[in-house]
């Protein structure tokens, strides 16, 4: 959340460049393919991709196929494309496709230069004319694919493949959407030992936040989840491609909680998570939980949303079962909304929350 804050901040103060576009000396404007290349790129980004809306420099299939057909478009928030100069570093063609790496960069007032991520895009012809598309389609064909049920899970050469655990997140679909009573939907997903592996498959050869420890980490998209770390049981992501289209009327807070409170997170259970969070607390009394929601990560391994938003979410499925907490999913999506349904639904009022937050954790640390 700090890094999204970042980045939010960096693009009110860099919006007024605009999309500028420029090039490596390498690049070469007299060759007629690469100058139909350099055009289709530069009217893309001036098409104002952060829309989602139908582009006639996309190829279609992609677009059919996919709401959001542009995969790299929502890695950072607001968009990728929020304003960064883009500063193309090659055009490359390969047998019958082009890749574009294009630079998201800028320079700082101390002249030191921020770099927010380092992209690869293919561009292919499309009755006759190049048209965008996006690198993991090419990409991933270098992977293995092995489909189990509704998934098809895609990793490295050197992984071994574990069909139990694979088994396991089949039935994990099966019985969550049951009990939210939604149709499970087929996906893709994409596993390795390190996230950063899966973001270069996608494209991005450097992003800001990569590098570093090594842990578990996921994201899901409309009909794809990613996953670093733990193999092919990554049910947290999963719930999120499952269960959120059928629940647009929720809070960040309640769709984070209930994916903790089924499916962990960052590989531990909702129960690690409040001992954690406990202890943490028990330590920082003056923490006011009563303005919970503006609380962010409690360390790197935890944040708020996850285990308290899991806390709540778990004591209202104790009270009212799949029916009450299926109500809570559509309860709204403000925080006015979020407070007034823990009112609701378990007579907690904002300015007990604190008292009751901090109670329940050591009640369920105890269990």
Request: proline share 3%; aromatic share 14%; with cysteine.
């Amino acid at each position: 959340m700090k890094q999204l804050q970042i980045i939010i901040l960096l693009f009110f103060n860099i919006s007024a460049f605009g999309q500028k576009v420029t090039y490596n000396h390498v690049v070469d404007s007299t060759n007629a393919e690469t100058k139909e290349v350099m055009n289709l790129f530069e009217n893309y980004l001036a098409s104002n991709p952060q829309n989602k809306t139908k582009n006639p420099f996309w190829n279609i299939e992609e677009q059919q196929n996919h709401k959001n057909f542009d995969f790299l478009e929502s890695e950072f928030k607001p968009s990728l494309y929020m304003g960064f100069p883009v500063h193309i570093l090659s055009i490359k063609f390969k047998n019958d496709i082009c890749v574009i790496k294009a630079q998201f960069s800028y320079c700082k007032k101390d002249g030191s230069p921020y770099v927010l991520a380092i992209a690869n895009y293919i561009a292919k012809k499309e009755n006759g004319k190049f048209k965008l598309l996006n690198a993991l389609t090419v990409n991933k064909q270098t992977w293995n694919c092995t489909t189990v049920g509704l998934v098809d899970f895609y990793y490295p050469k050197y992984h071994k493949f574990d069909y139990q655990k694979a088994q396991k997140l089949n039935d994990f679909i099966s019985e969550t959407c049951k009990n939210f009573g939604v149709k499970p939907k087929p996906f893709e997903y994409y596993l390795a030992d390190d996230y950063d592996e899966i973001q270069v498959l996608k494209g991005l050869d450097y992003y800001i936040g990569m590098g570093g420890q090594s842990k578990p980490s996921g994201k899901a998209t409309d009909d794809k989840v990613y996953c670093g770390g733990l193999g092919e049981y990554y049910p947290h992501e999963v719930f999120h491609v499952q269960i959120d289209e059928h629940f647009p009327n929720k809070h960040f807070w309640v769709s984070e909680g209930v994916a903790t409170l089924l499916g962990g997170s960052r590989g531990k259970s909702l129960d690690w998570h409040i001992k954690r969070t406990n202890l943490y607390l028990q330590k920082h009394p003056a923490i006011d939980l009563n303005n919970m929601l503006k609380l962010t990560n409690l360390d790197s391994e935890t944040s708020y949303h996850y285990v308290l938003g899991g806390l709540i979410a778990k004591k209202i499925l104790d009270k009212g079962g799949w029916s009450l907490l299926k109500e809570f999913m559509s309860s709204g999506k403000t925080d006015e909304d979020y407070y007034n349904a823990i009112e609701k639904h378990l007579e907690i009022n904002k300015s007990e929350l604190n008292e009751y937050v901090r109670e329940q954790l050591q009640i369920e640390s105890k269990k």
